[in-house]
């Protein structure tokens, strides 16, 4: 069973909303817990998309960092500076940086 830890105590995702406001006070904050929406301040926020959320980063700047393809098998005729730009982080488009934005929940 998933829980998070959050200030201490364990909470349990299968909480209704009355049982969680009669156990926390209305100013605590609640993690994300897989499929369950995230409470701050008392005020509902999106769901984040988990798929997203491993696929890309946000780096300090705002930029958003996303992993190169085609590293995973088949390197052996690939060069080893073919494959290690591969490995390395690439930059997501500005033409998909909203849309990765949307999915991360930052707009």
Known sequence: MAAARSFGRILDPMLTIRQMSRDLAPR?????????DITVRGLKAGKV??????????????????????????????????????GANGEVTKADATTALRLLGLK
């Open 49 to 86: 998309s988990s798929s997203a959320a491993k696929r890309f980063g946000v780096q300090k700047s705002g930029r958003i960092t996303r992993a190169h393809a085609f590293k995973v098998h088949k390197n052996t005729h690939k060069s080893r500076g073919h494959v290690n730009r591969l």
């Open 28 to 36: 605590k904050r609640v993690l994300l817990v897989k499929q369950y």
